[in-house]
């Protein structure tokens, strides 16, 4: 891969990624360093060892691996490292899926090549019909209306249906999470912002009762127990 292919996966300035790559005192950014890390696929460690250790955290942020303040920022690379690491589950939890599956274009196809492979895979989806989706279609400056992004993720996922567990709830609303084993994407919903726009962190678990578990599996788990099939 050349510095220019880098770059532009990163969508960063390829002189930047050059300047990475020539000056050995040149230490980009963590959030840079995390995003070239999963593009190309090893541990930051191996590329920046002495940032590493100077940035250790030992408190709770440790499982803080990254913060995104947008939708974009987050590199579509990431999304395909998880899904590709998963063995165990992949949960998804929020109140659309639009702009992941935009994302990720093939994202039906590799959640049901987990499934068949014997990954669980679920997903919570909020509820078209709810007073919840009415009041946020009031409020919300999204184009695309919620009612309609939730039928647009409930048609990308009928087809998978016979491997996937779906379910629907508008308690949902407020924060997605993504969690693949024992790292999670989740969204902040802030309101009046788009949804392009809502911050977004990259957690990994490294502790019990923690922010991981705390955002990423009591959170989720609590839903999904709250929540009905989709489909009887």
């Not at 959030?31 to 002495?50: K, S």
């Not at 669980?120 to 019909?129: A, E, L, M, N, S």
């Not at 279609?137 to 996937?164: G, H, N, Q, T, Y």
């Not at 990423?216 to 839903?223: F, I, M, N, P, S």
Request: glycine letters at 4%.
């Amino acid at each position: 891969m050349t510095t220019g292919d880098l770059a532009e996966k990163l969508g960063t300035d390829p002189k930047t990624v050059a300047r990475w790559v020539a000056e050995e005192g040149r230490t980009p950014h963590p959030r840079h360093r995390w995003a070239v890390a999963d593009v190309l696929e090893v541990d930051e460690v191996a590329l920046w060892p002495q940032a590493v250790r100077s940035a250790l955290k030992t408190g709770p942020d440790r499982e803080v691996r990254a913060v995104y303040p947008t939708r974009f920022a987050i590199p579509t690379a990431l999304y395909h490292r998880l899904l590709a690491d998963a063995t165990r589950e992949v949960v998804l939890c929020a109140y659309s899926y639009y702009g992941l599956w935009n994302r990720v274009p093939d994202l039906s196809e590799t959640l049901r090549a987990k499934a068949e492979a014997g990954c669980r895979v679920r997903v919570t989806v909020g509820d078209p019909d709810s007073p919840m989706t009415r009041r946020l279609e009031e409020v919300d400056p999204e184009p695309l209306a919620w009612a309609s992004a939730i039928e647009f993720s409930r048609r990308a996922l009928e087809p998978l249906a016979d491997v996937v567990e779906v379910r629907q709830t508008d308690l949902t609303w407020g924060r997605s999470v993504y969690r693949f084993d024992g790292e999670a994407v989740v969204c902040l919903y802030v309101v009046p912002l788009p949804e392009a726009s809502y911050p977004y962190l990259h957690l990994q678990r490294r502790q019990d009762n923690g922010i991981f578990d705390a955002m990423a599996v009591r959170h989720v788990e609590a839903l999904w127990e709250a929540a009905r099939p989709v489909w009887e």
